[in-house]
């Protein structure tokens, strides 16, 4: 009973709020052997944590993506395990698809992993550590050094222009 509760209550918090999408959900549940109340909240913590690492990538990103749930196992590594840097994920995800055309979680992870074993930490580390990049590179080399963000002064001065009256009016 403690298991069709959890089912229900989740199903109607997903918006799943029809007899047939709750009996699917449950057969999901049954076939996944979840059938005792510390399965059950076990699972949804699981689930939860997915959920909130694609969250965290997509608004590191910038962008909505659909995650494979072993895409989202390894972001949910990178984030609550490892605990790396957004700018780091962010810089992983550039390198990626400026090398391969696409996003690929997994050759980002050998690229965190590597950046791990040297000992970095933060974008500033990485890309002084690699001197051979482009100017862009170099540029946002200097950019994390600023004691300011240039990219968001740009954004909110774009944004944020005064409108002067004329005199007389």
């Known amino acids: 009973l403690d298991v069709m509760l959890f089912i229900i209550q989740d199903s109607v ?25 510390e399965k059950a909240e076990k699972y949804i913590k699981e689930r939860d944590a997915l959920r909130a690492a694609s969250r965290k990538l ?10 494979s749930e072993r895409d989202l196992a390894i972001a949910t590594t990178w984030l609550q395990e490892k605990a790396y840097a957004e700018e780091l994920i962010a810089e992983a995800y550039e390198r990626c698809v400026a090398n391969t055309g696409k996003l690929s ?8 992993a590597s950046w791990e074993k040297k000992g970095l930490k933060n974008l500033r580390e990485v890309l002084k550590s690699d001197p051979a990049k482009n100017a862009k590179t170099a540029e946002k080399a200097e950019e994390a050094d600023a004691s300011y963000n240039i990219s968001e002064m740009e954004e909110y001065f774009l944004h944020h222009t005064p409108i002067y009256e004329k005199e007389g009016q």
């Open 13 to 37: 918090l997903e918006g799943k709020n029809s007899m047939r999408a709750i009996k699917n959900e449950a057969v999901k549940w049954a076939d996944a052997g979840i059938t005792t109340h």
């Open 58 to 67: 997509e608004s590191i990103w910038g962008s909505t993506h659909n995650f």
């Open 105 to 112: 979680m997994p050759y980002m992870d050998k690229i965190l």
